[in-house]
């Protein structure tokens, strides 16, 4: 077992966490035309992962998430929303249990419930990545924010979790943007659509993209933008209170 | 114990299954402007619950909803999509899972897994309840149709699933009905809206719909019905196999 007091702690203070189920929590990351990922890595591996954990017994699904999150990461008041669980007979992976915890200097004892199937649940959240100061927890060397484009490979089937992830959100993201804060109160029609560029990955032709989003009734088109050239000043806008409700 | 050799086998024969983790299947039928759900009464008593079940050890999860519907419903090839995860920290039914067996003959021991605490992950389904013959299981005494405002109380926390279920199908319903096989290969406007409103229990004003429904693309316009008065035939519409590929 390991040396370290706070991880034997962990281990041994706590009851068995509610069998055959985990948590994975994929937490998108904007700010500046920019999209992340929030990734762990273990302790003296190269192993990376989504951050991720059970639930307690006696503990609310949501609650779990929750908790889940604020220990592996250090953030809190995250709005997590499920979007799938993953339930591949498969989902059983012993060998690289035995080698994340080995790196935090923990034997995993034959039977050890972390060598169990697990039904994985997956959340996911889409934060303003400036404002966010993940920390590692006990198990993790690093908690970062990686490029999409550039994230390493990641353990288990996580690549496959965040893959669905990545999906979800870009299929629901009129509902997801609205009241998110990844934009300043007011903004102009291409401060949008750079963020919706950003987050799908494409180009989107200006006169269909302005077409669609008002036509979404999810803005409010407020004064120019005051800037030295009146006549080229471009509309502000800030999402609209009253119809922008849904998420 | 039960003297039924049916029952007996069921939970003799059988190892048990994931810890933790259930099935719930909410079954919308459509059929000619009315919509119903699919429930079990079971056997002796007047407990009505929506088809739910348990998932194997070395099943995956897909496999596991389907098998459970088919075996308590009889319904094979139904398309069925994961929609939430209901993981209270209450969800423990122990009197009313006694009460169920008992109508079976079956006294469950103290621990039986059926007592445990259980995340219930929710899958429904949309299909034409005039091509399905649903018959009951071997707990249940019925396995019946009800009208979507005549259904009686459910139990454990079944009212809830299926009304989150029915949220979820109103959200969806462009993508849910394109390729569903609800309405003749070749259909009237009309009958198209006569299917939302169904659905979505609500009037909706014609120009409205048919803007809407042409702007999504989903529908290929064809000849006008033949009728005897020629000049208000209405144009028939089929799915267009080339843009409704969503669902």
């Known amino acids: 077992m390991t040396d370290n007091p706070d991880l034997k702690e962990y281990w041994e203070a706590r009851p068995l966490p509610l069998p055959s189920v985990s948590i994975d929590c994929v937490i998108f990351g904007f ?3 920019q999209l992340k990922i929030l990734l762990l890595r273990y302790k003296n591996t190269d192993f990376f992962a989504l951050p991720g954990g059970f639930i307690n017994q006696d503990e ?4 779990a998430a929750a908790r889940v ?7 809190q008041h995250i709005y997590l929303e499920q979007y799938y669980v993953f339930g591949d007979k498969n989902r059983r992976f012993d060998a690289t249990h035995h080698e ?3 790196g935090s200097g923990i034997m995993l004892r034959p039977g050890h419930f972390l060598l169990n199937r697990f039904i994985s649940i997956g959340y996911y959240a889409l934060i303003d990545f400036s404002k966010a100061r993940p920390k590692p927890d006990a198990f993790s060397a690093s908690c970062e924010w990686y490029d999409l484009d ?4 990641l353990i288990f089937d996580h690549d496959f979790i965040l893959q669905k992830a990545l999906h979800t959100l870009r299929a629901n993201l009129d509902e997801k943007l609205i009241g998110l804060n990844l934009l ?3 903004f102009t029609m291409n ?3 750079s963020l919706y560029e950003t987050i799908l990955g494409e180009k989107i032709a200006r006169s269909n993209f302005q077409r669609k989003v008002l036509g979404l009734h999810m803005l409010k088109r407020l004064d120019k933008k005051i800037t030295g ?3 080229k000043a471009p509309y502000l806008y800030s999402f609209d209170s009253k119809t922008a409700s849904k998420s």
Request: charged share 25%.
């Open 150 to 153: 550039t994230i390493p490979t």
């Open 100 to 102: 994340l915890m080995n």
């Open 69 to 75: 999150l604020e220990e592996r990461t250090g953030l």
């Open 229 to 231: 050239g009146a006549h």
């Open 184 to 186: 300043p109160e007011t």
């Open 191 to 193: 401060e949008f659509q």
């Open 60 to 63: 609310n699904l949501e609650d």
């Open 31 to 33: 700010h500046a035309n």
